[in-house]
C-alpha cells in the first residue's frame, strides 16, 4: 500500500499568515492527490483534487502544487475560518485509498 | 443540492453486527461509485470499502474483508455497509462519501457513530 506523510503534525499560526503543508508519497502517485480540511465535529470538506485543481465554492487563497511524490497545500492570508485539521489523500493505486495522519493548523 | 444522510449507527458488542444506511439526494446515485470511510475516536481517515454505479464491482480495506458488505439499492438511492464480527477496532464515526471523477471524495454524509464495546 501506497504510504501518505504529512509534515507538520501541527502547526501554529495567525490570521493574515501564509501557510504550506506537505504531504509525500511513498511511491510517485504522479497528480493523484486530494486535499480536505475537516472542522472539529464534521465531515471533511474536499478543496484540491488532482494535486492542483480547486473545488468549486472552495476560497482561491487555497492551492495546491506538486507531482510524483511531494505535493503541498498553500493558504495564502489565513482567515479565521481556516483552523482546521487538513488531509492529503492519494487516489492513484486503489484500493485501497490511503490518507496522511492529517495536519492540525491552530490560532497562533 | 447534493445530500448525503447516513444512518443505523450504534453501540453494539464485540461479535455483533450492525447494518449502517446512506441516503442519497440531488445527483445521479445510480451513476456514482460510492465509498465509506471511517474515523476513530479522536484519529484520522481510513477508507473502509467501495462500490461500482451497478453494484458489480466491491472493494474493501484488508482490516474489514470477509467481515463487512457494501451493497447498494439504486432504485431506494440507498447505500449500506453490512458490519458483522464487529470488533473494538471498528469503532468510530462512518462516513458514506461519493467520488468525482477524478476519484476525490467531494460530497460526505455527516457520519454515523459506532460503537463496539462490552
Known amino acids: 500500500d501506497i504510504q501518505m506523510t504529512q509534515s507538520p503534525s501541527s502547526l501554529s499560526a495567525s490570521v493574515g499568515d501564509r501557510v504550506t503543508i506537505t504531504c509525500r508519497a511513498s511511491q510517485s502517485i504522479r497528480t493523484y492527490l486530494n486535499w480536505y480540511q475537516q472542522k472539529p465535529g464534521k465531515a471533511p470538506k474536499l478543496l484540491i483534487y488532482?494535486?492542483?485543481s480547486l473545488q468549486g465554492g472552495v476560497p482561491s487563497r487555497f492551492s495546491g502544487s506538486g507531482s510524483g511524490t511531494d505535493f503541498t497545500l498553500t493558504i495564502n492570508s489565513l482567515q479565521p475560518e481556516d483552523f482546521a485539521t487538513y488531509y492529503c489523500?492519494?487516489?492513484?493505486?486503489?484500493?485501497?485509498?490511503?490518507f496522511g495522519q492529517g495536519t492540525k493548523l491552530e490560532i497562533k | 443540492e447534493v445530500q448525503l444522510v447516513e444512518s443505523g449507527g450504534g453501540l453494539d458488542q464485540p461479535g455483533g453486527s450492525l447494518r449502517l444506511s446512506c441516503a442519497a439526494s440531488?445527483?445521479?446515485?445510480?451513476?456514482?461509485?460510492m465509498h465509506w470511510v471511517r474515523q476513530g475516536p479522536g484519529k484520522g481517515l481510513i477508507w473502509v470499502s467501495r462500490i461500482n454505479s451497478d453494484g458489480g464491482i466491491t472493494n474493501y480495506a484488508d482490516s474489514v474483508k470477509g467481515r463487512f458488505t457494501i451493497s447498494r439499492d439504486n432504485a431506494e438511492n440507498t447505500l449500506y455497509l453490512q458490519m458483522n464480527s464487529l470488533r473494538a477496532e471498528d469503532t468510530g464515526v462512518y462516513y458514506c462519501?461519493?467520488?468525482?471523477?477524478?476519484?476525490?471524495?467531494?460530497?460526505w454524509g455527516q457520519g454515523t457513530m459506532v460503537t463496539v464495546s462490552s
Open positions: 489523500q492519494q487516489s492513484y493505486t486503489t484500493p485501497p485509498y490511503t
Open positions: 462519501v461519493r467520488v468525482n471523477a477524478a476519484d476525490a471524495f467531494d460530497f
Open positions: 488532482a494535486a492542483s
Open positions: 440531488g445527483f445521479t446515485f445510480s451513476n456514482s461509485w
